[in-house]
């Protein structure tokens, strides 16, 4: 419905639009998880997706970074498209270091932080940039710390992740994809894992983020979060798009019987 | 909580409560039944004559027995540097995609860990009956097996290979105890496989590796005794030697017994601190150093200097 509406308008586009789906499928055994996903972000956009546990959300988001493989249509990140080498009109499949280089442009932020609890917090967010980007360590130092005062940080940079609270490490985890330089950034449920008052201290930082004009999916289930920051707000059911468009309009009012249900039931 | 707070006002009130400490009457019978034992054990070890106490001091220093221990650290030492290079190798190719690749891995496990590591040895030493010339499958080398192989070769090709199926299972083990969630992490800031465990996994799992290698470096310090069988001057095969010359066994097995728990009271030593270094970061307590768990133990079983007085 909607998406099948945008998606001619958008291709026509003269700019290129930075993550395109196109019928994207996924299936656990015989459990099919997407079934055929159409979605397109532009450059600079804020799109958070929303829908019960279970409809495919955050699965689809792994499959941006080639977390997941896809099963069946495309899915272009920038010219590229992801798991495979364009040639003429041939699709070759990546190697692991093809892969690994292509999500070096993608950050991407987890439920459960998985910070490196064996390197300190500095050591964390230098340790891509130095070894799979092999930029100058004065560089990347400089950088980091950086970060770190942006997500006001900057006294815990020789804590070990341990000794940080939950907030806290996801903050540095934030940091520490931001560090790669993105051109996208990923978070899979972000606060979910979050004592209620931590959720705030990240959400801000997500906040900060996104109006420095980086394009974000977020998979959340903080409907405060989606209708003030998100550009638009994708409502996912049981492996399909149901609902896209303005966070305002999804959140406030809702098309389809189902968005109306699952926003009643969390709001 | 509650509890204490409805308590604290009488302790303060009237603030002269006396502390028992508890008794143990078990730990204390117990105790000096053991005593008793040992006292008994180290009686008759002193007063009996053919222990030759005397001949152990003058065997203790001997050039030979120090040359023994020499061979034995020797032998220890690159029996397990080869089984843990091998082993971590060996874990890796276990747990890779690629089915021969694993089948190799469990196939080697299998056949190195099946069987008597006597056996192995005795095998290797043997192998010239196998194969008496030796050319990799290159044409144009030929090397004489008998050459090759000596007893000192032989031991180190059977008991590192050996060890290596051992030291395997414990990297294996090590690398399956980290989080998923750690790889995944890795792989999304593009790190490849290789940068992945030698830079993520690895370390996290030297804290699970380490405990067991250490036993298994304690082992292979005793396991070397094994090669007396092929004539290598062990410390072991040292002591037989003098014995068989002088007759005096019982005092040259204590010597070299000695001198293994000498070298394996270092080696745990050695394990501790190695243990507290990669606990980094996983834990807000570190282990204890072993100098530090000898003071708790006799702070701990000292409860009448400071067990008795009064609260507040």
Redesign the interface.
Known sequence: MTTETMKPARSAQATMPLVRAEGVRKSFGNNEVLKGIDLTVESGEVVCLIGASGSGKSTFLRCV?H?EKIDGGLLWVGDRVVGYRLKGTKLHEQS??EI?????D???V?Q?F???????VLENLM??PL???KQRKEEVRRRAVELLEKVGLQDKAKA????LSGGQQQRVAIA??LC?QPKLMLFDEPTSALDPELVGEVLRVMKDLARSGMTMIVVTHEMGFARDVADRVVFMHDGRIIEDGPAERVINNPEHERTRAFLSAVL | MNRIDAYAPARVGSGNFTVVPARHPWRWLAGLGLTAIILLLVVSAVTNPRFGWDKVARYFRDVTIVNGIGITLFLTVVCMAVGIGLGVLLAVMQLSPNPVASAFAGGYVTIFRGTPVLVQLLVWFNLSALYPEISFGIPGVNLDANQLITPLTAAILGLGLNEAAYMSEIVRAGIQSI?H??T??????????I?TLT??VL??AMRVIIPPTGNEFIGMLKTTSLVSVLAVPDLLYSAQIIYSKNLQVIPLLIVASLWYIIVTTVFTIGQGYLERRFS?????SVPPTALERAAKFFRVHSPLAKGKGKSS
């Open positions: 970074n977390l692991h270091n690994c280089a292509d999500r070096t993608i950050g991407m987890f459960h998985n910070l490196f609890p064996h390197m300190t340790e891509a070894r799979v980007l070990y992740p341990r000794h520490r994809a790669m | 989080d969630g750690q995944e992490a890795a792989g999304a800031l593009g790190m490849p496989r940068l830079r993520v370390p996290q980094r970061g996983s834990s807000r």
